[in-house]
């Protein structure tokens, strides 16, 4: 080659290597994209692990490396490095166990194997567990030495020989069960287990886990010392990946688990958000998360920081209505490294009901899970119905006797509305053959002359055509409010009342051997007979007010269609919520015949006959619109 020549590649190269130096990625961008791609991987696995038990293969199972011969050591050693030490080892499990929950450890990652929830069982009536053993993914991913550490593959030490830690717990009073404050008040016995993972050199991964008596919370703190000797000294951030493939727990319903469970979360110091219920979805949570909450339909797994993790990718891939899971839920958190070296990140878990009691006492948002209803919806089930189901429930076994109960009483504090519509319906009852008398006056061919005369009529007789529908209006709330209630409260689940064995789910009297669109192939029959005595009310209500006469046949259609769409969205739906209507509908004709008994009908007429000779007097508004009419009318009179 000439001179030119080796000149020419020489500048190409100079070129080339200045462009890759330049154009590399920075640090942050280096975490971004990895947190992309473990998040990727994490729902991959996720999804792979419903559809088969895929066997991972050796050279990511430290445990299937043996240690008998140097090669092997070797292949460890360029595996995992300094944590090598740890690959192998017998998986041992530790029990921690409380009056509510049983949780099993696993010194296998150093991890939570399993959660048992003592009070409640499955639909099935086998124990209800939350997650367990290889469904559960949880640990810390980083690199060290420039290798990838996953320490869900690695062998802990246990700071216990024990297998089961139990703690002696009194009998609590019945209400108290999992109360934060009753605990403060009768403080009980707490016990703490840790898992180390001992790198040498005072390099280790510690997990300290602590449970207390009546409590649903599980401590759970992270240390850390001199991981940045081999993560380096650039790393400020490792990796806290939790996923689980969530075992389902209520009998299969359209409306049921698999459209109330998601990924809940809350930003720190501010709001509480969520991923789709319906669908799979992923987010990046960019900025500062206080916990994450892998959410059921009852209960909750949450993972809350004391402080804040840095940001969050989380994920749900929703299963179907068939399989033995809800779904998969992942969340690949981030935690900050302490520049000295060590770092104590303390947090804890919440495993328990999705109770709101329960839920609001640690003032963390949680509550917000329920889905109680937005704004005024909300409003009334948390400052109206929920404290009368809580003080029914207290003094109260019997779930249909409470939903009576609590039936009368929302009639009680809706009376006065019920009394003014009954009032105005009576008033339209006693003006129909008036009302009928003028439209045959003006017949069909002057609608708008008719329906002028009959507002007219209306107001000399001081009768507002609306006083029937406004307090109707003003009841929707409550009776919405009730839609949301019911299928959320975890009280009603597996409560029995009489042919319901379930009042959180639909009771089924009749399976058929075939599936109707939007309908199923069950019969509820607290839903037939809400649909009954809903068709029946419309029936009375329209003898009652002459609705669906000639001038409004389309209206009597639609009141008498209502109740059968009611009939296909209810009868999978919660047997509480069909039962809670049908004893609403049932005391509202006892409140129309105490009405009927009680009110003179022929005292009301006389008073609007009463009215109709006062001269109406027209308001000064009206006066100016009628000038304004009659002005008008002149001046285009005189243009023709």
Not at 219 to 245: Q, R
Not at 550 to 558: A, E, H, N, V
Request: glycine share 6%.
């Amino acid at each position: 080659m000439d001179k030119n020549t080796i000149t020419g590649l020489v500048i190409i190269f100079i070129i080339l290597f200045a462009a890759s130096y330049f154009n590399k990625p920075s640090e942050k961008e280096l975490e971004a994209l990895r947190l992309k791609n473990d998040s990727i991987s994490m729902v991959e696995n996720v999804r792979a692990k419903d559809t088969a038990k895929q066997i991972e293969p050796s050279s990511l199972q430290p445990s299937s490396l043996k240690t008998d011969s140097a090669g092997a050591q070797n292949e460890l050693t360029n595996l995992y490095g300094v944590f090598a030490v740890a690959a192998n080892g017998v998986e041992k499990f530790v029990t921690l166990e409380n009056n509510l929950m049983k949780v099993v450890l696993t010194n296998k990652g150093g991890k939570i194997y399993s959660v048992e929830l003592k009070n409640y069982k499955r639909f099935d009536g086998k124990p209800l567990i939350l997650f367990e053993g290889e469904e559960n993914r949880f640990g810390l991913n980083f690199f060290a030495q420039n290798k990838s550490i996953q320490t869900d593959h690695f062998f802990f030490q246990p700071s216990v020989s024990e297998s089961l830690i139990a703690l002696n717990s009194s009998k609590i009073p019945k209400g108290k069960e999992g109360r934060e404050k009753y605990n403060k008040d009768n403080p009980g016995d707490s016990k703490s287990v840790s898992m180390r993972l001992d790198a040498g050199n005072n390099v280790f991964i510690e997990y300290a886990y602590t449970i207390s008596n009546n409590s649903y919370l599980l401590g759970f703190d992270i240390k850390t010392s001199g991981l940045k000797k081999v993560a380096g000294a650039n790393s400020e951030y490792v990796n806290f990946l939790w996923s689980i493939n969530m075992p389902r727990q209520e009998k299969m319903s359209n409306f049921g688990e698999n459209n109330q469970s998601t990924i809940f979360y809350k930003f720190d110091k501010d709001v509480v958000d969520k991923l789709d219920l319906t669908k799979s979805a992923s987010k990046s949570l960019s900025t500062k998360v206080k916990w994450v909450g892998f959410k059921q339909q009852f209960f909750s797994s949450v993972l809350i920081a004391d402080q804040a993790f840095q940001n969050a990718q989380i994920a749900t891939v929703k299963k179907d209505l068939d399989s033995s899971y809800v779904a998969g839920m992942s969340a690949d958190m981030t935690i900050p490294l302490d520049v000295k070296g060590s770092e104590s990140f303390p947090a804890k878990f919440y495993f328990g009901p999705n109770q709101y009691n329960t839920l609001k006492q640690y003032d963390l948002g949680m509550e917000e899970q329920l889905a109680l209803g937005w704004t005024i919806i909300g409003w009334v089930n948390i400052y109206i119905v929920i404290p009368a189901f809580d003080f029914l429930h207290r003094y109260i076994g019997n779930f249909g006797l409470i939903i009576l109960l609590l039936t009368i009483y929302i009639k009680l504090l809706t009376l006065i509305f019920t009394y003014k519509s009954y009032i105005s319906q009576a008033k339209m009852k006693l003006l129909k053959p008036e009302i009928e008398e003028i439209q045959k006056k003006f017949g069909d061919d002057k609608k708008l002359e008719s329906q002028q005369a009959v507002m007219a009529f209306y107001k000399k007789a001081g009768v507002n055509p609306m006083g029937g529908c406004l307090p109707m209006v003003l009841q929707m709330p409550i009776l919405i409010a009730m839609f949301y209630f019911f299928p959320i409260s975890i009280e009603l689940r597996q409560q029995s009342f009489l042919w319901a064995t379930d009042l959180s789910s639909f009771d089924s009297i009749a399976t058929l051997p075939f599936t109707i669109p939007f309908y199923g192939n069950h019969v509820s029959l607290f839903c037939l007979l809400m649909t009954v005595t809903n068709i029946l009310y419309v029936k009375y209500n329209n003898e009652m007010t002459g609705a669906g006469t000639q001038q409004m046949p389309g209206m009597k259609t639609m009141m008498y269609l209502m109740p059968v769409m009611f009939l296909f969205i209810f009868n999978s739906y919660a047997a509480g919520l069909s039962l809670y209507y049908f004893l609403s509908l049932v005391l509202t004709f006892v409140q129309m015949y105490i009405f009927k008994v009680l009110i003179d009908e022929d005292k009301i007429h006389a008073q609007i006959k009463a009215k109709q000779k006062i001269p109406v007097t027209k308001s000064k508004f009206q006066t100016k619109l009628e000038d304004m009419s009659k002005q008008k009318a002149l001046t285009d009179k005189k243009r023709r």
